[in-house]
């Protein structure tokens, strides 16, 4: 299986700050990388998928970038509605599999 | 637009076999172009993506489930089920039903059902 490290497990930000997340796979994935944004008790949300593309309806303060086995979610100026958990994950090969979370949390 | 919603029992015992609808609205279940997926989380852990299944009705599981899990479509409902074998409290999660969308060698899952609870216990 294709192992996915995403870092940091957690944040602490404060509204306006500009928010890295990284993921590394065990291989090479190509740009098969996807990024969700998940709040208690809602659906998961696409954000970003295939590595770089924004999804319709997404705020362009979100970006995705990496290819390969690196990659990187970044938000330019956090927002309230921000404060979420972020998980990568690789559809190149099966068993998909996630990173383990980043919880980004209020300072 | 699509929307998923899932449905469950809640609560199942340990041994027994768990049973997961997803009714999909807004879409057909027939469409090319789309598997439709399980996917959980067990309380306080990541995403564990359970399986998938074609409109021709090809499937595709997680080795680590493999032998416990079924996932089959009813397109007269629109909808598709998840089934899961001898259950152990291992298997209390929430459980999301999302679709995915075939693009090359990689895809995505959106949209996703708000998932459902099920929790094994006695």
């Known amino acids: 299986d294709v192992q996915m490290t995403q870092s940091p497990s957690s944040l602490s930000a404060s509204v306006g700050d500009r928010v890295t997340i990284t993921c590394r796979a065990s291989?090479?994935?190509?740009?098969?990388l996807n990024w969700y944004q998940h709040k208690p008790g809602k659906a998961p949300k696409l954000l970003i998928y295939?590595?770089?593309s924004l999804q319709s309806g997404v705020p362009s303060r979100f970006s995705g970038s990496g290819s390969g086995t690196d990659f990187t979610l970044t938000i330019s100026s956090l927002q309230p509605e921000d404060f979420a958990s972020y998980y990568c994950h690789q559809t190149y090969t099966t068993p998909w599999t996630f990173g383990q979370g980043t919880k980004v949390e209020v300072k | 637009q699509v929307q998923l919603q899932e449905s469950g029992p809640g609560l199942v015992k340990p041994s027994q076999t768990l049973s997961l609808t997803c009714a999909v609205s807004?879409?057909?279940?027939?469409?090319?172009?789309?598997?439709w997926s399980w996917i959980r989380q067990p309380p306080g852990k990541g995403l564990e993506w359970i399986g998938y299944i074609y409109h021709t009705g090809i499937t595709y599981y997680n080795p680590s489930l493999k032998s416990r899990v079924t996932i089959s479509v009813d397109k007269s409902k629109n909808d598709f089920s998840l089934k899961l074998t001898s259950v152990t409290a291992a298997d209390t999660a929430m459980y999301y039903c999302a679709r995915y969308s075939i693009f090359g060698v990689g895809g995505w899952l959106d949209p996703w059902g708000q998932g459902t609870l099920i929790t094994v216990s006695s």
């Open positions: 291989q090479s994935i190509s740009s098969s």
């Open positions: 807004g879409g057909s279940v027939s469409r090319g172009g789309y598997s």
């Open positions: 295939t590595a770089s």
